[in-house]
C-alpha cells in the first residue's frame, strides 16, 4: 500500500515585508497564487524512515530528516502515536531553491499522504497546525488556490480569483538562499522606517476579476531589491521577458526564480521562447494558476522504486 500526493508550486503575487520582528522573523503580507508546477511525493510503509528523489536537481535536495518531507511524517507520527517508518519518494518538478516553495510543497504532500497511508484522520485545521510549525510557505501549499497569508505568512485568507492567470517562470543558474535575502533585506532597510505591511487592494480586486492587466499593474515583491543585490544578474533575465511582452515581471518570492505574467497562453509561450533564446536564465517553464493543493492522485499497491539522487 502507497499514497501518492499532487502538490503546486506558488508565486508570490504580492510580498509585503515588514521590519525584522524580536523573534528574527517579519510580519508578512504574502498573497499566494498555486501554479500549475508540480512535486508529487509517495510514502510507501518502510523499516525505517528513508527519502529518496528523482527529477530536475534531485541531487541538490537533502535526503535526511532535515527534508520538509521527513519532518512532516515525524510531526504526524509523533500527533498520533504512529511509527515514523515511512519511505518517502519525492518525484521533482518544481524548482529546487528557486523561490517556488518546493520543500514547502513536499513537505504538505507528506503531511497528507501520511495521514492517507495511516488512516489517522486528522482535521484540516490540525494539519494546518502542523503544517505552521513546519515552515511559512507550507500551509499554502496545503491549501492551494490562492489565499494571503500574514503573519509569517502562515495565516490564511481564502482569497477570489475570476480567472485563469498564466506565467512563464524562468529558472536561475543557481540557488538563492531565503534566509540569506531576508537578511539582505534587513542590511538595505537598516535605518529605514518600515511600514506595517498590508495587501493590495487593487491587486486583490485584479485577482477576483480575473484581470490580467489590472495584476501586472499592481504586482509586487519588497524582497525583489535584496535579490538582485545577491544576485545581480537576474536584472537582466527580467529585462529580457519585460522585452518579449510581458505584462509584468518579478522575483518570485525570495528568488532566484523569476516570474512573467502574460495575458494569455500564445503570449507566454513567445516570452519563453524569447527568455529561452536570451542566455540569461538555465531553463523556462510555463504554467497557469490557480492550482489546487495537495491532493491524493494514486493509492497503488505496487511499491515505489526506490530512485536515489
Known amino acids: 500500500m502507497s499514497v501518492t500526493v499532487r502538490v503546486p508550486a506558488k508565486v508570490n503575487v504580492q510580498l509585503a515585508v515588514g521590519a525584522a520582528r524580536p523573534d528574527g522573523f517579519h510580519d508578512l503580507a504574502n498573497v499566494f497564487l498555486a501554479v500549475g ?9 518502510a523499516d525505517e524512515l528513508r527519502v529518496t528523489c528523482s527529477g530536475p536537481d534531485a541531487a541538490q535536495v537533502p535526503l535526511d530528516r532535515t527534508n520538509l518531507a521527513a519532518r512532516a511524517a515525524v510531526a504526524l507520527a509523533e500527533r ?32 497528507v499522504a501520511c495521514d492517507a497511508l495511516w488512516g489517522t484522520g486528522a482535521s484540516r485545521a490540525e ?20 489565499a494571503l497569508g500574514v503573519g509569517r505568512g502562515e495565516k490564511l485568507t481564502p482569497l477570489e480569483t475570476g480567472g485563469t492567470f498564466h506565467w512563464v517562470f524562468a529558472m536561475a543558474g543557481r540557488g538563492l538562499s531565503t534566509p540569506a535575502v531576508f537578511r539582505e533585506f534587513d542590511r538595505l532597510a537598516e535605518g529605514v522606517d518600515i511600514p ?8 486583490l480586486d485584479a485577482l477576483a476579476k480575473g484581470d490580467p492587466d489590472a495584476l501586472a499593474a499592481a504586482v509586487s515583491n519588497d524582497l525583489q531589491p535584496a535579490a538582485l543585490s545577491l544576485f545581480p544578474e537576474l ?25 512573467f505574467l502574460a495575458r494569455d497562453p500564445g ?30 492522485i494514486a493509492r497503488p499497491s505496487h511499491q515505489v522504486h526506490e530512485n536515489p539522487a
Not at 527580467?238 to 523569476?258: D, F, H, N, Q, Y
Not at 521562447?273 to 495537495?294: E, F, H, K, N, Y
Open 80 to 111: 498520533y502515536g504512529r511509527s515514523e517508518a515511512v519511505h518517502i519518494h519525492i518525484a521533482k518538478d518544481i524548482p529546487v531553491a528557486g523561490g517556488m516553495a518546493g520543500g514547502s510543497a513536499d513537505g504538505a504532500g507528506a503531511l
Open 267 to 296: 503570449s507566454a509561450e513567445k516570452v519563453a521562447q524569447a527568455l529561452a533564446a536570451s542566455g540569461t536564465c538555465r531553463t523556462v517553464r510555463t504554467a497557469a494558476g490557480p492550482a489546487v493543493g495537495a491532493t491524493v
Open 127 to 146: 494539519l494546518l497546525d502542523i503544517c505552521a510549525e513546519l515552515g511559512s510557505d507550507v500551509p499554502f501549499s496545503l491549501v492551494g488556490g490562492a
Open 37 to 45: 508546477l508540480y512535486d508529487e511525493v509517495t510514502v510507501t510503509p
Open 196 to 203: 506595517e505591511p498590508i495587501a493590495s487592494q487593487p491587486l
Open 235 to 259: 536584472a537582466d533575465t527580467l529585462a529580457a521577458g519585460r522585452a518579449a511582452g510581458a505584462l509584468a515581471a518579478l522575483v518570485s518570492g525570495s528568488g532566484p526564480t523569476t516570474a
